[in-house]
Protein backbone atom coordinates (compact mmCIF):
# COMPACT_ATOMS: atom_id res chain seq x y z
CA UNK A 1 0.00 0.00 0.00
CA UNK A 2 1.35 3.29 -1.06
CA UNK A 3 0.36 6.95 0.32
CA UNK A 4 -0.33 9.28 -2.39
CA UNK A 5 -0.66 13.30 -2.59
CA UNK A 6 -1.79 15.70 -4.65
CA UNK A 7 0.47 18.95 -5.42
CA UNK A 8 -2.59 21.01 -6.48
CA UNK A 9 -5.35 20.39 -3.57
CA UNK A 10 -2.87 18.82 -1.31
CA UNK A 11 -5.17 15.83 -0.67
CA UNK A 12 -3.73 12.26 0.19
CA UNK A 13 -4.63 8.63 -0.30
CA UNK A 14 -3.57 5.01 0.10
CA UNK A 15 -3.50 3.00 -3.22
CA UNK A 16 -3.27 -0.52 -3.03
CA UNK A 17 -0.90 -1.93 -6.11
CA UNK A 18 2.70 -0.82 -7.45
CA UNK A 19 0.86 1.24 -9.91
CA UNK A 20 1.37 5.29 -10.09
CA UNK A 21 -1.95 6.65 -9.61
CA UNK A 22 -2.34 8.99 -12.69
CA UNK A 23 -4.95 11.80 -11.18
CA UNK A 24 -5.93 12.76 -7.93
CA UNK A 25 -9.58 11.12 -6.82
CA UNK A 26 -10.36 14.67 -5.07
CA UNK A 27 -10.14 17.24 -7.55
CA UNK A 28 -9.39 15.48 -11.05
CA UNK A 29 -5.63 16.75 -11.32
CA UNK A 30 -2.47 14.66 -12.73
CA UNK A 31 0.14 16.34 -11.12
CA UNK A 32 0.06 13.64 -8.27
CA UNK A 33 2.77 11.94 -6.56
CA UNK A 34 4.18 9.22 -4.37
CA UNK A 35 4.77 10.29 -0.34
CA UNK A 36 8.29 8.66 0.20
CA UNK A 37 8.40 6.62 3.69
CA UNK A 38 10.34 8.16 6.51
CA UNK A 39 11.83 6.47 9.55
CA UNK A 40 12.67 9.68 11.10
CA UNK A 41 9.99 9.16 13.70
CA UNK A 42 10.40 5.26 14.39
CA UNK A 43 14.68 6.20 14.94
CA UNK A 44 13.36 9.07 17.93
CA UNK A 45 11.12 6.82 19.04
CA UNK A 46 13.75 4.00 19.69
CA UNK A 47 15.97 6.54 21.07
CA UNK A 48 13.51 7.51 23.56
CA UNK A 49 12.93 4.14 24.54
CA UNK A 50 16.74 3.65 25.15
CA UNK A 51 17.40 6.41 27.21
CA UNK A 52 14.25 5.72 29.15
CA UNK A 53 15.88 2.15 29.71
CA UNK A 54 19.14 2.80 30.69
CA UNK A 55 17.96 5.19 33.26
CA UNK A 56 15.67 2.96 35.20
CA UNK A 57 17.95 0.27 35.01
CA UNK A 58 20.72 1.98 36.46
CA UNK A 59 18.95 4.03 38.64
CA UNK A 60 20.52 2.68 42.09
CA UNK A 61 23.48 3.20 41.11
CA UNK A 62 23.21 7.02 39.43
CA UNK A 63 20.61 8.23 41.84
CA UNK A 64 22.57 8.44 45.08
CA UNK A 65 24.95 10.29 42.92
CA UNK A 66 22.94 12.70 41.81
CA UNK A 67 21.05 13.44 44.95
CA UNK A 68 24.88 13.70 46.74
CA UNK A 69 25.84 16.53 43.81
CA UNK A 70 22.52 18.57 44.12
CA UNK A 71 22.02 19.10 48.07
CA UNK A 72 24.66 21.43 49.48
CA UNK A 73 26.94 20.48 51.99
CA UNK A 74 27.04 22.69 55.12
CA UNK A 75 30.38 23.45 57.15
CA UNK A 76 31.14 21.07 59.78
CA UNK A 77 29.88 23.19 63.50
CA UNK A 78 32.70 24.78 65.04
CA UNK A 79 33.22 23.38 68.74
CA UNK A 80 32.95 25.73 71.76
CA UNK A 81 35.11 24.78 74.78
CA UNK A 82 32.93 25.11 77.87
CA UNK A 83 34.76 27.76 79.33
CA UNK A 84 33.75 29.52 76.65
CA UNK A 85 29.71 28.54 76.89
CA UNK A 86 27.70 31.12 78.03
CA UNK A 87 25.65 30.40 81.87
CA UNK A 88 22.06 30.31 81.50
CA UNK A 89 20.48 33.53 83.00
CA UNK A 90 17.69 33.44 86.18
CA UNK A 91 14.76 34.31 84.38
CA UNK A 92 13.10 37.63 85.55
CA UNK A 93 10.48 37.55 88.26
CA UNK A 94 8.54 40.30 86.52
CA UNK A 95 8.36 38.32 83.61
CA UNK A 96 7.37 34.95 85.25
CA UNK A 97 3.80 37.19 86.72
CA UNK A 98 1.10 37.40 84.02
CA UNK A 99 -0.72 40.73 84.10
CA UNK A 100 -3.82 41.48 86.04
CA UNK A 101 -6.63 43.13 84.03
CA UNK A 102 -7.94 45.93 85.31
CA UNK A 103 -11.50 44.98 84.86
CA UNK A 104 -11.47 42.01 86.97
CA UNK A 105 -13.28 42.38 90.33
CA UNK A 106 -11.28 41.09 93.73
CA UNK A 107 -13.06 38.88 95.81
CA UNK A 108 -11.83 38.69 99.22
CA UNK A 109 -9.14 35.89 98.68
CA UNK A 110 -6.94 38.23 96.17
CA UNK A 111 -8.57 35.82 93.31
CA UNK A 112 -9.96 37.11 90.52
CA UNK A 113 -13.98 36.68 90.62
CA UNK A 114 -15.43 38.21 87.60
CA UNK A 115 -15.16 40.70 84.78
CA UNK A 116 -16.86 43.89 85.78
CA UNK A 117 -17.84 45.95 82.52
CA UNK A 118 -17.46 49.65 82.11
CA UNK A 119 -20.50 51.52 82.84
CA UNK A 120 -22.23 53.38 79.15
CA UNK A 121 -21.98 56.95 79.87
CA UNK A 122 -25.61 58.52 80.71
CA UNK A 123 -27.08 60.38 77.12
CA UNK A 124 -27.45 63.93 78.36
CA UNK A 125 -31.56 64.65 78.77
CA UNK A 126 -31.47 67.64 76.95
CA UNK A 127 -29.60 66.62 73.99
CA UNK A 128 -32.02 63.67 73.70
CA UNK A 129 -34.74 65.77 74.09
CA UNK A 130 -33.76 67.70 71.20
CA UNK A 131 -32.94 65.36 68.64
CA UNK A 132 -36.66 63.79 69.57
CA UNK A 133 -37.76 67.44 68.60
CA UNK A 134 -35.77 67.50 65.45
CA UNK A 135 -37.38 63.76 64.66
CA UNK A 136 -41.19 64.94 65.43
CA UNK A 137 -40.71 67.96 62.93
CA UNK A 138 -39.03 65.79 60.28
CA UNK A 139 -42.00 63.92 60.27
CA UNK A 140 -44.39 66.41 60.31
CA UNK A 141 -43.06 67.86 57.45
CA UNK A 142 -43.20 64.84 55.88
CA UNK A 143 -47.10 64.45 56.17
CA UNK A 144 -47.91 68.06 54.98
CA UNK A 145 -45.47 67.38 51.61
CA UNK A 146 -47.43 63.86 51.03
CA UNK A 147 -50.68 65.84 51.33
CA UNK A 148 -49.69 68.14 49.56
CA UNK A 149 -48.78 66.54 46.84
CA UNK A 150 -51.74 64.54 47.20
CA UNK A 151 -54.31 67.63 47.27
CA UNK A 152 -51.99 68.76 43.81
CA UNK A 153 -52.78 65.21 41.93
CA UNK A 154 -56.34 65.81 42.59
CA UNK A 155 -56.77 69.18 41.36
CA UNK A 156 -54.89 68.45 38.44
CA UNK A 157 -57.31 65.28 37.81
CA UNK A 158 -60.32 68.12 37.92
CA UNK A 159 -58.00 70.59 35.95
CA UNK A 160 -57.38 67.89 32.98
CA UNK A 161 -61.82 67.07 33.13
CA UNK A 162 -62.37 71.01 32.63
CA UNK A 163 -59.73 70.60 29.77
CA UNK A 164 -61.71 67.71 27.96
CA UNK A 165 -64.73 69.95 28.16
CA UNK A 166 -63.62 72.72 26.95
CA UNK A 167 -61.84 70.68 24.09
CA UNK A 168 -65.48 69.19 23.04
CA UNK A 169 -66.75 73.43 23.01
CA UNK A 170 -68.64 72.59 26.66
CA UNK A 171 -67.48 75.84 27.73
CA UNK A 172 -70.20 75.69 30.40
CA UNK A 173 -68.79 72.66 32.01
CA UNK A 174 -65.24 73.48 31.66
CA UNK A 175 -65.85 76.68 33.47
CA UNK A 176 -67.84 74.34 36.50
CA UNK A 177 -64.86 72.61 36.86
CA UNK A 178 -61.91 74.99 36.71
CA UNK A 179 -63.71 77.12 39.53
CA UNK A 180 -64.05 73.79 41.75
CA UNK A 181 -60.48 73.60 41.84
CA UNK A 182 -60.02 77.00 42.38
CA UNK A 183 -62.11 76.69 45.41
CA UNK A 184 -61.31 73.13 46.68
CA UNK A 185 -57.79 73.71 46.14
CA UNK A 186 -56.38 77.20 46.63
CA UNK A 187 -52.95 77.45 46.61
CA UNK A 188 -52.01 75.07 44.38
CA UNK A 189 -50.13 75.43 40.71
CA UNK A 190 -53.40 73.67 39.38
CA UNK A 191 -55.63 76.45 40.64
CA UNK A 192 -53.63 79.19 39.43
CA UNK A 193 -53.90 77.57 35.83
CA UNK A 194 -57.70 77.26 36.71
CA UNK A 195 -57.92 80.48 37.17
CA UNK A 196 -56.16 81.81 33.86
CA UNK A 197 -58.21 79.17 32.04
CA UNK A 198 -61.67 80.80 33.15
CA UNK A 199 -60.66 84.05 32.66
CA UNK A 200 -59.84 83.22 28.78
CA UNK A 201 -63.15 81.59 28.41
CA UNK A 202 -65.45 84.27 29.86
CA UNK A 203 -63.36 86.62 27.72
CA UNK A 204 -63.96 84.45 24.98
CA UNK A 205 -67.85 84.72 25.82
CA UNK A 206 -68.04 88.56 26.38
CA UNK A 207 -66.82 89.40 23.25
CA UNK A 208 -68.32 86.82 21.15
Not at 7 to 18: F, M, V
Request: glycine content about 6%; proline content about 9%; overall charge negative.
Amino acid sequence: MARNACRTCQHTWNSRGSDKPTECPSCGGTLVYVVPFSFGPFIRLALLGAVVFTVVHFWDKIGPIISDLSSPKSPPAEAVPPEDRPEPQPAAVDDQVPPVDATLKVEGDGLPAQKVEPAAPEADPVAEAERQRQLEEARKAAEAEAKRQAREKEARRVLEMGKNFESNRNNLRAVEKYREVMERFKDTAAAKEAEGLERAIVERESGS
